[in-house]
């Protein structure tokens, strides 16, 4: 697709499209600058949909959030829930409830991705999920190594993602927490479905390694290659170290 924006609108026509099929699971949703304009189109195509239609998606709607920072609470503008507040549950005007995170305040954070992981399979597991891919090749907060069987649980944030999530903390990479609770690829290979979003020149050369060479734990998101519905939206610039044909 020629640009982010292009992709932002094909990619909430997905997530619109999920919503109103009949037969759902909860929508697995991603946060991050590649995620900002795919919110923004989300909320412009649902404000265009008749009201009975937006009150049907409003009624129907769960989705699971991939992860949190620990030790920032929901009012935190840093943290992934005042993201989603923001972009997504307020303006829809969606109940708090229906978009789930794990608890960034918790004391105890590995029983929370416990409790997390065992509300995600309560709920009938992820029927579509949404991906972004970490300068790292992370997805969710995988860091790198990272084997396909890891489950959901609270990890310790590399020097590198906290540099590159710097930007919502004043551009501080100290002020980052250092530690995340993330659904782990376990969780997100049983989705259903898997949407990889990809967007920039910067992401080019790990999009290239995720998608084709043979998947190991260095790069967390080249183990989506198992999943047999994973599909890929990229831009022109993030697609630029990819062969022609794919
Ligand atoms: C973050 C998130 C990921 C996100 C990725 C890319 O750390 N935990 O879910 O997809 O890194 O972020 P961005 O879109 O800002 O490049």
């Avoid at 919503?19 to 909860?26: K, L």
């Avoid at 009624?59 to 993201?83: H, I, K, M, R």
């Avoid at 790069?219 to 794919?246: F, I, N, T, Y």
Wanted: glycine letters at 10%.
């Amino acid at each position: 697709m020629a640009d982010a924006q292009a992709v932002a609108e094909a990619v909430a026509e997905r997530l619109l499209q999920e919503r109103r099929a009949s037969r759902q699971r909860p929508l697995g949703l991603a946060t991050g600058r590649t995620m900002v304009p795919v919110y923004g189109a989300l909320r412009r195509q649902f404000g265009r949909l008749r009201a009975p239609e937006q009150q049907a998606i409003r009624q129907g709607w769960l989705s699971f959030n991939l992860d949190e920072y620990v030790g920032l609470a929901p009012t935190d503008p840093g943290s992934f829930a005042a993201f989603m507040a923001d972009q997504l549950q307020g303006p829809l005007g969606l109940a708090p409830a229906q978009v789930q995170l794990p608890d960034g305040l918790t004391a105890d954070p590995r029983q929370e991705a416990g409790r997390y992981r065992q509300a995600l399979v309560a709920a009938g597991g992820i029927g579509l999920q949404l991906l972004g891919l970490g300068s790292n090749g992370h997805v969710g907060f995988n860091e790198p190594p990272c084997g396909p069987e890891a489950p959901c649980r609270c990890l310790a944030l590399s020097a590198a993602t906290r540099a590159q999530n710097a930007a919502a903390f004043g551009g501080d990479a100290g002020a980052v927490p250092r530690q995340a609770i993330t659904l782990g690829l376990a969780e997100i290979l049983a989705a259903e479905r898997i949407l990889l979003v990809v967007t920039g020149a910067a992401k080019a050369t790990i999009l290239r390694r995720a998608l084709l060479d043979p998947p190991c734990p260095e790069v967390p998101a080249s183990w989506l290659q198992h999943h047999p519905r994973l599909g890929v939206l990229v831009d022109r610039a993030a697609a630029a170290a990819l062969p022609p044909a794919c």
